[in-house]
């Protein structure tokens, strides 16, 4: 996603059985049209295009009326409250009317942006279960991705943003859905044979995916297939279908079906297990082969999924709390500023003794202008007079440790840095600092543990980390450069901690040329001076290194040399430098 | 809204199940933490909960729930004296709420239109004498969590703010849920939760099934659902009542509070709040159970519930909390 190419032409190439990749996002169109509120809803991942256009006409079809959210809406308009400015000027009491009041397909634009107090709300709107939610997502990066409590509700996923032009078209077309509906009341009055929820339940355990929540849409999506397909009953196809359009994009795990035929020990498929299995069954699906449904569910997972959903889980942790760093200003939250004089809107609220204290002096003028017919009242209040609160709080801040993995004493090294990292974190309750962990080696720079604050998280992830090879400085920089800037966007505060003990000899394009790396490193770092991004150079050579000295300077970091640093000296350094 | 699902027809996470009869038949053990992966029926049991508490007197009009008339604060101008039954209150704190919903406020409506000052009650107050739910507690906002742990202490609601002094009972069982690989809890916060328990998806496909038949029993057929599982809900309510007369009586010999001692020394957990809450757990349990007397059985049945998220967190430990309470049990009272 780094440089958007236009669309191309042509499909992409993607596995032909069982359904391509159209095929699958005008079928989960169709069941959402269906079964709209059943399904929770749909998280599209797309950017403003003709494909995001075409699935957003085909919305029409839910037959619930259309509401239009953001992320920024306030708690008033969502379940009503008293409108203000109305009531100030009509001088009686106006009710603003909820969104979440009445059953509604939600739109919710920019949904990358929400914050995690919306999503609960949402989320208890959607269980419910008479709304559903169309959360479009534009997130350009893998980390950013819609809050977990909505991503875990909304059954269907699509992602259009490499659709072809004429697959756009094609998804406009409308489909007929007044037969389907009515085939859906009897369906569902049915149910689905135990046989087809176990294959279904035992997908999602292959699979990886602990919540219960997906098996259960999958059967409803797979009633919804049946139904548009004019079928009496769940076949085979509907299931295969239906666990490709609800488990794909969920799977932590990459079954590997045709390779081990063996099933995993935890998750025995249905045919493992006749004697529990009726031998009457209603219908011919007494052995849903489980592995038909993993295969469907494997063809439409895209070939770098589990990097790209690893990252974005991990990254969607910190979208949390506050804690100490930068000031932000606004006018929910933190610590109270003087109120400033405004206009009611979005978020903001009355400051009521500074409104009347601005009034004040103005009543006996105020009263003395009164029209005839006009109604005196108590007190005259103009909308020039209204006070609006700020506040001042913290944002989270973030450490990103980039660690010098290369060569002989790597080992040692990073063993120091996950010390200290866990250090950090096991001591940040007050502080609630988040912590990354980049190492670079070899040819470039991996996240080892994206931004977070969670202990649990941190050491499965820091659990193994391999070593040696060549010296990327160039690379880490900038992969450190990303993440802090990344943090920066959600407005926490980074500040980057580059812990190594040489001169980089790789390039940014993996060649082994010294003088090239040097002249990237140098670059970066002019770069990231601009950026003004607090850092600290930890130098852990033996002996002062001034080529280090000199790139600190370039990047307007701390220089400090630090030989034979283990991870309890290296926190009291990292804190004394972050100004804690 | 229709009938919550009904709490007996959760299938396993018997932890959490206990945990949560165990405070509703004594509200004084604090609350129960529930972290776990999502999709595991966490906000299910809590939501399933309300059905299965007793049902409370109390004074119509009252914001705060009120028993008697006496006990109504006096800036409450809206009760009307009469004592009805309600359901025990289950009130949800939404994330990124504003101080303003949670503690109350200025009723501006009010004070625009009539010039009145009048106190608009937040969810605090609705929430006394009830339950108190946290869906995500650990992604909860810094200010929010203070103002919490001060309340949850004191069992009071102070407000000074836009001119307003008021004060009302907030007297509340604090259930909290939330994923800790999103984030880890403050120590402070953590330690007012009575009970914490761990859930994870079950791992046999056959439990598996049995949860989404039983979830599509319900979508489908609510009122037969309810029908089939009210009762089993009935029964249990009628022994949580049942527990609850029989804890006054229940008798704690001196070896079992002897047990309670040592087993926290060893543990080395903060203060006394996990004495007294292990010691509570377990006359609860005791109580469930039809016993006359608390044994050491009771008080091991519970410890780690109590007691896992008290201790001192050791960066170095691998196998968490839990185990840590589980292997010094077992060194402790054998």
Not at chain 1, 190 to 210: E, T, V
Not at chain 1, 286 to 297: F, G, N, R, S
Request: aromatic fraction near 2%; hydrophobic fraction near 45%; glycine fraction near 8%.
């Amino acid at each position: 996603m780094a440089d958007a190419p236009p669309p191309p032409l042509s499909a992409p190439p993607l596995s032909a059985p069982p359904l391509s990749a159209p095929a699958r996002a005008r079928l989960a169109l169709d069941i959402l049209a269906l079964d709209g509120s059943g399904l929770g809803g749909l998280w599209l991942r797309a950017r403003v295009g003709p494909a995001r256009a075409a699935v957003m006409a085909r919305l029409a079809d839910i037959p619930l009326p259309a509401r239009r959210i953001h992320p920024t809406i306030d708690d008033g308009a969502l379940f009503g409250g008293t409108d203000l400015a109305a009531s100030l000027s009509a001088g009686a009491h106006r009710k603003t009317a909820g969104i979440l009041a009445a059953p509604s397909a939600l739109i919710l634009t920019m949904a990358e942006r929400a914050n995690a107090g919306l999503a609960a709300r949402l989320a208890l709107h959607l269980d419910g279960g008479r709304s559903c939610l169309i959360a479009l997502d534009e997130g350009a990066e893998a980390e950013e991705a819609l809050a977990p409590a909505l991503a875990e509700r909304l059954a269907l996923f699509l992602d259009v943003s490499d659709f072809a032009l004429e697959d756009a078209e094609a998804l406009e077309i409308p489909s007929d859905l007044t037969l389907a509906r009515a085939r859906l009341i009897h369906l569902r009055n049915a149910g689905l044979p135990p046989q087809a929820m176990k294959a279904l339940a035992g997908a999602a355990a292959s699979l990886g995916i602990d919540s219960l929540r997906a098996p259960m849409m999958a059967a409803r999506a797979a009633l919804a297939i049946a139904a548009l397909r004019g079928l009496n009953g769940v076949d085979e196809a509907c299931l295969r279908d239906a666990a490709a359009l609800i488990f794909a994009h969920r799977a932590t795990v990459f079954p590997d079906v045709p390779q081990d035929e063996a099933p995993p020990p935890e998750a025995p498929p249905p045919n493992d297990a006749p004697s529990d299995a009726p031998s009457d069954a209603p219908q011919d699906m007494a052995d849903i082969p489980q592995d038909l449904v993993l295969e469907a569910v494997r063809a439409a997972l895209p070939a770098d999924v589990l990097a790209r959903l690893a990252a974005g889980r991990a990254a969607r942790g910190m979208k949390g709390g506050a804690g100490t760093g930068a000031k932000i200003k606004g006018n929910n939250r933190g610590r109270p500023l003087p109120a400033r004089a405004g206009r009611m809107g979005q978020g903001k609220r009355v400051d009521i003794l500074a409104t009347l204290r601005a009034a004040a002096p103005m009543q006996t003028l105020r009263r003395a202008g009164l029209v005839a017919g006009d109604t005196p009242t108590r007190l005259a209040i103009r909308p020039s007079d209204l006070r609006i609160k700020r506040y001042q709080h913290s944002s989270d801040r973030v450490l990103i440790f980039t660690v010098d993995a290369s060569g002989s004493s790597a080992f040692a090294r990073l063993a120091e840095a996950k010390g200290a990292v866990e250090l950090l974190l096991a001591q940040s309750y007050a502080r609630r600092d988040h912590v990354a962990l980049l190492a670079f080696r070899g040819q470039g720079c991996e996240v080892v543990l994206p931004p977070t604050r969670s202990l649990t998280a941190t050491k499965r992830r820091l659990a193994g980390l391999a070593g040696g090879g060549g010296t990327p400085l160039a690379a880490g920089l900038r992969m450190g450069l990303d993440v802090a800037l990344q943090a920066r966007a959600r407005g926490m505060t980074p500040t980057l901690a580059l812990l190594t003990d040489g001169r980089g000899n790789i390039a940014l394009d993996g060649s082994a040329n010294r003088a090239l790396a040097d002249e990237d490193a140098q670059r970066l770092a002019r770069v990231f001076a601009a950026t003004g991004i607090p850092a600290l150079v930890i130098d852990i050579a033996t002996r002062p290194q001034p080529s280090l000295a000199g790139l600190a300077r370039g990047m307007g970091a701390t220089y400090l040399p630090l030989p034979r640093a283990d991870a309890q000296r290296l926190t009291k350094v990292l804190q004394a430098g972050m100004g804690a | 809204m229709t009938a919550p699902f009904p709490f007996s027809a959760i299938v396993g996470q018997e932890a959490m199940k206990r945990a949560m009869v165990l405070t509703a038949i004594d509200p004084a053990i604090g609350g129960v933490l529930v972290f776990g992966d999502r999709g595991t029926g966490k906000s299910t049991a809590v939501r399933a909960l309300a059905a299965l508490l007793p049902p409370i007197d109390v004074v119509e009009g009252c914001p705060v729930n009120s028993a008697r008339m006496a006990d109504v604060p006096d800036w409450v101008k809206t009760a009307t004296g009469k004592t009805i039954t309600r359901p025990t209150p289950v009130i949800d704190l939404p994330l990124g709420a504003t101080e303003d919903r949670v503690v109350g406020a200025l009723d501006i409506e009010r004070a625009l239109t009539r010039g009145e000052k009048a106190f608009e009650a937040g969810l605090l107050a609705r929430a006394n004498r009830g339950y108190l739910y946290i869906d995500e507690v650990n992604l909860l906002e810094d200010h929010l969590v203070d103002l919490l742990l001060d309340v949850a202490q004191s069992g009071e609601n102070v407000v000074e703010r836009e001119g307003l002094s008021i004060r009302h009972p907030a007297r509340f069982v604090l259930v909290g849920s939330g994923n800790p690989e999103e984030g880890d809890l403050r120590p402070q916060l953590l330690d007012r939760f009575g009970l914490s328990v761990q859930v994870t998806s079950p791992r046999d496909v056959q439990t598996r099934v049995e949860v989404m038949l039983r979830r599509d029993g319900y979508e489908r057929d609510t009122a037969a659902f309810m029908a089939e599982y009210g009762a089993q809900d009935a029964l249990l309510r009628a022994a949580i009542l049942t527990a609850r007369k029989a804890l006054p009586k229940l008798k704690t010999p001196p070896a079992v509070l002897h047990d309670c001692a040592s087993l926290c020394i060893a543990l080395g957990s903060d203060g006394l709040r996990g004495e007294l809450t292990l010691l509570r757990a377990a006359r609860a349990e005791a109580a469930f159970a039809g016993a006359k007397t608390v044994t050491r059985a009771h008080l091991k049945s519970v410890a780690e519930m109590s007691l896992s998220h008290r201790l001192r967190r050791d960066p170095l430990d691998e196998a968490g909390s839990g185990a840590r309470v589980a292997r010094i049990l077992a060194e402790t009272l054998p």
